[in-house]
């Protein structure tokens, strides 16, 4: 048995048959922990503790789940493709490639053959989707989630670095703002204003994300700056299941876990506070220029149902008999946003799919916005 270093839970106490002999459950809903996988092969392969890769390796194993969705990486051709997992042996092909697309996703769990449950990690783009497509009902499986923390605009690590140079903590930072070319900071108490090199390219829709952390699945996991140690992963778990599966891996050996310390959380809620604002700020500057050029654009539409053929969340054909009744760029521009408003995952990708770019997401985006203001 691996034992951890971890303080009693809040809460009502759940009991675990540990070995043979029944023990008080350690783990509760909102933990947060630092968490290191005790199996070699997928420490050597994968980052930041292997948690994720190990968690969906003990869930197969344990036949809590009957597949994984994962992802395989052909490092030669640096390409990806999704694929289910059955064989926890096969595990291992995973570490260090855990991370999906939101079409992918979708497209790939509406095609299992298979029944039962599927284990798979998530980003909270993907995770948004999800939500709407297991509300209405339209998933073929039931699924074990492991939601990933998004960096999204900036990179902790790298906000990091530039802030220690500069002789300061990451604690002192009061804005982050994404401009062209790079990032600006300011800090508490200072009018000057640091600016910094863009390190990271991310599309559009993550620019303007505001959501960097999921919350409807069974993990949110992600480092994001709470120390220097790589070799373990920040875990917040969400739901009972979860903590249930924390208690089995290390009483079986397979996990070991320690409770992250106060200002290591107190660090990493800043950072995701940091980026929030920071994505916030710059989707309001979108709303000021982008919609002001897509108004100006909407009249090249072509009809061509791209932007919405591309959406998760709808099929060919449906897009198809919604287009039969549009009969100009305006008519389809209205037709999307009523369509998709109340369930649009601001994934991106209709505007990404559009022939001429038109930013049908930031649409939706900004009628949301307007909507909050309106009184009740």
Known sequence: ????????????????????????????????????????????????G??????MWYLLSTKRVDAVLGVEHD???????????????EILELAGTVVTAPLNIVQTLRKYAGSGRVALPVMPCEEKLLDVLIHKNELPVQLF???????????????????????????DVEHVIHGEGGYSVSFRGEEQIHEFPERKTVRPACERCVTPEPVTSHFSCGYWGTGSDRGRTYVTV?????????????????????????????????????????????????FE?????????????????ECMKACPLRTEEYVQRLLEGVKSPAEWLAAFVLDLYDE??????????????????LVIEHQRELRKTLPR
């Open 145 to 171: 989630r492991i939601g990933l923390v998004c960096g999204g605009l900036f990179s902790a690590n790298d906000l990091g670095k530039e802030v220690k140079r500069l002789g300061k903590s990451l604690l």
């Open 289 to 305: 220029t982008d919609l002001v050029e897509t108004g100006e654009q909407i009249n090249a539409c072509p009809l061509c149902g």
């Open 75 to 89: 490092r030669e051709r640096n390409l990806t493709h999704t694929r289910f997992i059955d064989d926890p042996r």
């Open 50 to 55: 292997a948690f994720v890769t190990t968690a």
């Open 1 to 48: 048995m691996v034992r951890r270093a971890c303080r009693p839970s809040r809460g009502s106490r759940r009991r675990i048959w540990c070995n043979g002999t029944e023990v008080v459950a350690m783990t509760t809903i909102g933990d947060h922990l630092y968490a290191r996988s005790t199996h070699e092969e997928l420490l050597a392969r994968a980052t930041n």
């Open 238 to 286: 969400n739901t009972a299941e979860a903590a249930e599966l924390v208690d089995a891996m290390v009483c079986d050996g397979a996990l070991t876990v320690e409770p992250v310390p106060d200002d290591a959380r107190a660090m990493r809620k800043h950072l995701l506070d940091l980026k929030m604002d920071a994505s916030w700020r710059y989707r309001r500057r979108q």
């Open 344 to 361: 649009c995952a601001e994934c991106g990708l209709c505007s990404e799919h559009c022939p001429i770019t038109l930013p049908y997401d």
